[in-house]
């Protein structure tokens, strides 16, 4: 069992940038995969980035350039950069994570942090 709690979410304008954390508990394995989907009301969640702790990231081309992934030191954080934010960045982001090695799909979640892009 990995719990994970985010934080670094916020009110930003457009062009801004927010740095958000995720620290998951570990027991005595590494997580392999960490990364974000967010969820904007009234649509479905949706990948925003992940980033395994052999090096391999993935982003949607609605954030890639914009949005940067990075694993911590210690394999059980990851942080998510977003610059030059937009509205349409506007959503509730959840860490996830999957202890699985090879295994990129959400095991687990956190609760979410809010993420509002508004002038």
């Known amino acids: 069992q990995v719990q994970l709690v985010e934080s670094g979410g916020g009110l930003v304008q457009p062009g801004g940038s927010l740095r958000l954390s995720c620290v998951g508990s570990v027991s005595s394995f590494d997580i392999y995969t960490m990364g974000w989907y967010r969820q904007a009301p009234g649509k479905q969640r949706e990948l925003v980035a992940l980033a395994t702790s052999t090096g391999v990231t993935n982003y949607p081309d609605s954030v890639k350039g914009r949005f940067t992934i990075s694993r911590g030191n210690a394999k059980n954080t990851v942080y998510l950069q977003m610059n030059s934010l937009k509205t349409e960045d506007t959503a509730v982001y959840y860490c996830?994570?999957?202890?699985?090695?090879?295994?990129?799909?959400?095991?687990?979640w956190g609760r979410g942090t809010q993420v509002t892009v508004s002038s």
């Open positions: 996830y994570a999957n202890n699985y090695f090879g295994s990129t799909n959400p095991l687990y």
